[in-house]
């Protein structure tokens, strides 16, 4: 193998490799790197540049040709043409043990002690067609399915995903791999491959860091004689139809619905923040008590609204000024005006997109401990809605929820862990028992999946779940015409202009407004008047005194009220609704009522000399006649003591 020369940016300070210095120090020597699995030195030369790669290994060519992907070997990156290492370069990290161990597998004579020479040999009787038929022939069932379920994926898997599945090679040195010879009887498919020089291994750069691979090398991958490698099996191919469930739970219109709502309430009552981030717990009860009741037994509505107040934050619809929650007033005409569609996409791209809602943390019955590890939501979220989007179909296909996320634990089982890490995510049950190790997958990863479908989906109007009775939990679900847009990242149509929506007002002072009406009117509406009653086809709010005078106290006229309503209603408004409103706005704060203490004296004379008491002018009300004065509620108690240090009470 030809010397392969290349420049490396690799920041080594933080794992330990180098003594501190300062930044622009540079390394003026090649450094070398372990072999693989061997303990022996090799090289090329790699360098530091001169760039620096600010905390990331980045690889790239100074001499030959050999661009390509990213390869760990050891500790430092290795870069390769086809993104694969080839035979020969595989081999010649092996030490002459585990070269002999490959050639006994295949009864291969080595008759050299040159570790070069008798990584030719190998390489030159692996690589002839006779000798892969034979050495396949000679694979177990086991051993068969795991290189079929290795070559499907393109000859390429994640080390982890690959042990879980058919087996871990036991690390050996030189001394031991000859006592032992775990080639004659491998404990499982992995071993039985490695041995044979059918697998290897090596650490791939990926965007989360260095991970462990699996791989068959490239030139070695076309001799094999089994079925051309094909990608991953579409989610779709592995879920069959589920039958439509007796009870169907819809979050059509919720989302758009309860946003509206809050909005509707911040807008007259902002919520003061505790510790200008957390609503109390009082809070939260008044915010509920606004929302749509749950739509299933399983949901509860906190999280719905903490949820939803996400989506506000994360679109600036809602802002934290001073300490309050309240809506920013231009985003959120802009939002109110818009069509029904764009109302509801806004919020659901608000989660896509968000790397700040972190999914995980919000699964029932999970309680992560924040010791530090971190784990990425738009990664899992990116990963399950890909999925998702596999099933998206013109009908009105069911699907079971236990096979989705079965088919996900088949396909993709790492798809929130790069690494293939699950002794590092430090999560408990609701019991204080830690969820650690692979066994542990339907607990979090299952429970990830299912709470996206049965809550979050859900609650932005993308799927539809099914149950066997009302109480009993979604084991079905459906992708809705508004999901399918959504998982497709796809603009639903604006819906055409058509004839005018009005609002119907009767002489009970009762508005009724169709479900089409426009959100910006509904949020007029509601400055004056309060909702009492919400239905699928329309929403019934309530003109009061009280709703009217609340409405003037915010500076709205009765004026402004009359010819609000006389436009949303096409001039059909009743002529009661009219004077009503007119009343109401022009008596009120004409009456006050007040309580207070009568102070009645014995002459005229004496309200002029209390009133010329420094003191005692300060605290006393009105005078009502000839001889009485009124005294404030809250005064009474001071004047009497005046009173009684004057001598004018006995």
């Not at 933080?14 to 003026?28: A, E, H, I, Q, Y």
């Not at 030159?124 to 050495?135: G, Y």
């Not at 004496?606 to 001889?627: D, F």
Request: glycine share 6%; with cysteine.
């Amino acid at each position: 193998m030809p010397e392969c020369r290349y420049w490396a940016s690799i920041s080594l300070l933080r794992s330990g490799f180098l003594p501190k210095t300062r930044r622009s120090d540079r390394l003026k020597t090649p450094l070398s790197f372990n072999r693989f699995m061997t303990g022996k030195w090799v090289r090329p030369n790699i360098w530091e540049s001169a760039g620096g790669s600010g905390g990331k290994s980045v690889v790239r060519e100074n001499s030959g040709t050999h661009p390509g992907k990213l390869v760990f070997v050891g500790s430092l990156a290795y870069g390769y043409n086809n993104g694969m290492k080839n035979l020969h370069q595989s081999l010649i990290d092996y030490d002459m043990a585990l070269l002999q161990a490959i050639a006994d597998c295949r009864v291969v004579s080595i008759e050299t002690s040159s570790h070069a020479q008798a990584v030719n040999q190998l390489v030159e009787n692996m690589l002839s067609p006779v000798a892969s038929a034979i050495t396949l022939a000679d694979l177990s069932q086991a051993e068969h399915k795991a290189l079929q379920f290795l070559l499907n994926l393109g000859g390429q898997v994640d080390g982890p995903r690959f042990a879980r599945e058919f087996g871990a090679v036991r690390t050996m040195g030189p001394a031991r791999l000859l006592r032992e010879q775990p080639w004659q009887n491998p404990v499982n498919p992995a071993e039985g491959l490695w041995y044979r020089g059918l697998i290897f291994k090596a650490f791939q750069v990926t965007e989360q860091g260095g991970q462990e691979i699996v791989y068959i090398p490239d030139d070695l991958r076309p001799l094999l004689k089994l079925p051309a490698p094909q990608p991953s099996s579409p989610a779709a191919q592995h879920i069959s139809h589920a039958a439509t469930p007796p009870v169907v739970i819809s979050g059509s219109g919720r989302l758009r619905e309860n946003f509206f709502r809050l909005l509707v309430y911040l807008q007259t009552n902002p919520i003061r923040l505790e510790n200008r981030s957390e609503l109390s717990i009082k809070a939260k009860q008044s915010l509920t008590a606004c929302l749509l009741p749950p739509p299933h037994a399983s949901l509860r509505l906190v999280d719905e609204l903490d949820f939803i107040i996400q989506l506000g934050l994360r679109t600036d619809l809602l802002t934290i000024a001073h300490g309050r929650l309240r809506p920013d007033r231009d985003p959120i005409r802009s939002w109110l005006q818009a069509d029904q569609n764009q109302q509801v996409q806004l919020l659901q791209q608000a989660w896509r997109t968000d790397p700040t809602w972190n999914d995980l943390w919000h699964v029932p019955g999970l309680v992560p401990q924040p010791t530090g590890w971190e784990n990425s939501p738009l990664r899992a979220r990116s990963k399950i809605v890909g999925y998702l989007e596999q099933l998206v179909a013109p009908s009105d296909d069911w699907f079971a929820i236990d096979d989705f996320v079965s088919t996900i634990k088949q396909l993709d089982p790492d798809f929130q862990r790069p690494g293939g890490e699950y002794d590092g995510w430090y999560i408990k049950d609701e019991q204080g028992n830690f969820l650690m190790g692979f066994d542990h997958w339907d607990d979090v990863e299952g429970g990830l999946i299912r709470y996206l479908l049965t809550h979050v989906l859900l609650w932005l109007g993308a799927v539809e779940v099914g149950c066997l009775a009302d109480t009993s939990s979604p084991h079905t679900f459906r992708m809705t015409r508004l999901g399918a847009a959504f998982l497709e990242n796809q603009s639903l149509p604006t819906d055409p202009p058509g004839q005018p929506v009005y609002f119907r007002v009767d002489n009970q002072l009762q508005v009724r407004v169709p479900a089409q009406a426009s959100l910006y009117d509904r949020f007029q509406l509601a400055r004056f008047a309060e909702q009492v009653q919400h239905e699928s086809k329309r929403t019934v709010y309530q003109i009061t005194q009280a709703s009217i005078g609340k409405a003037l106290k915010n500076g709205v006229t009765p004026d402004q009220i009359i010819a609000f309503l006389t436009r949303i209603t096409n001039n059909r408004i009743p002529l009661k609704v009219v004077e009503t409103t007119r009343a109401w706005g022009t008596r009120r704060a004409t009456v006050q009522i007040e309580q207070a203490t009568l102070l009645r004296l014995k002459n005229e004379q004496l309200v002029a000399e209390l009133h010329q008491h420094p003191a005692l002018s300060q605290l006393l009300g009105e005078v009502v006649g000839p001889k009485t004065i009124t005294v404030p509620a809250h005064n009474v108690a001071e004047v009497r003591r005046l009173l009684t240090e004057l001598g004018y009470l006995g």
